[in-house]
């Protein structure tokens, strides 16, 4: 079955990096679009990065753009998330996501309605 599973969430002080993977199993990895949300408490969840099926089109929140960048590797099945020059206002928990299209062209589906499988989540959590 499809399996996504986050890790390398932590504390990290404002200004600091993480980096954030996402390993895949269960189904053909590079014919899905994949993407980055996060939930801080008590807000809903938001859309913060989406890449294409062989990484060549990203797309970005403003909230992170210039900071993050999304980026994937098909011969891994892994999904990443690099975090730089981190805010307080980025803590939440962080979660992978999978296009529920396959083969969807390229574009910048920002909706979690649209995306079908979720990991359990990692938490981010940015002190300052």
């Known amino acids: 079955q499809v399996q996504l599973a986050e890790s390398g969430g932590g504390l990290v002080q404002a200004g600091g990096s993480l980096r954030l993977s996402c390993a895949a199993s269960?189904?053909?990895?590079?014919?899905?679009?994949m993407g980055w949300f996060r939930q801080a408490p008590g807000k809903e969840r938001e859309f913060v990065a989406r890449?294409?099926?062989?990484?060549?089109?990203?797309y970005y929140s403003d909230s992170v753009k210039g900071r993050f960048a999304i980026s994937r590797n098909n011969a891994k099945n892994t999904l990443n998330l690099q975090m730089n020059t981190l805010d307080p206002e980025d803590t939440a928990v962080y979660y992978c996501?999978?296009?529920?299209?396959?083969?969807?062209?390229?574009?910048?589906?920002?909706?979690?309605?649209?995306?079908?499988?979720w990991g359990q989540g990692t938490q981010v959590t940015v002190s300052s």
């Open positions: 269960g189904f053909a990895f590079s014919t899905y679009a």
């Open positions: 996501a999978r296009d529920r299209v396959a083969f969807r062209p390229s574009s910048s589906i920002r909706n979690a309605g649209e995306y079908d499988y």
């Open positions: 890449v294409s099926l062989n990484g060549g089109f990203t």
